[in-house]
């Protein structure tokens, strides 16, 4: 999370860094000590041994971080002439931006201290807005359960998302869930 004196320089996006395996705080680290805009979400787990119980910091995406720059400038070969980077998520076009309300979607439920977990896929489901509580105004698909709502908040390019248990009186429809590759198929409701 470094140089956040030109977070939203207007010429600039979001993009996902694919990591080597195990890389992402050496290529954060370094991203750092360049002074490139980043973000590495980080989460804690305990891990036990024979001996003893370790809590270690570990990253929220496996093999991904996130980079804010200018796309056809030379910052992107900075970034990826760095140590612990494979490349820039993208399409045979090139790199492809992520929407900066995904990004700080994360960083606003990280921020907060809530309870989340990791989901691999993208769930299909009712697309809502929060309208009460720390996470107002955030935008996610509402995943019921037969005992709790929980908002799953997704950063698609990378088909990774996160979710945090809510009340679904908190939140409020805003249509159905779009995603290019569902094109054609009707969201689900998932009760």
Known sequence: MAAEDNYHALDTSWFAVWTRSRQEKVAAAMLEALGVPHFLPLRSEVHRWSDRKQTVTIPLFSGYLFVRLNPNKDSRLRVLNLPG???????????LPIPDSEIENIRTVIAQKMQYSTY???PIGNRVRVVRGS???IEGTLLRTQTDSKLVLSIELIQQSIAVSIHASDVEPIGPRYSPTLQGNPAVSIA
């Open 85 to 95: 980077i494979a490349g820039l998520v993208g399409s045979q076009a090139g790199p």
């Open 135 to 137: 996470l107002a105004g």
């Open 120 to 122: 691999p896929e993208i």
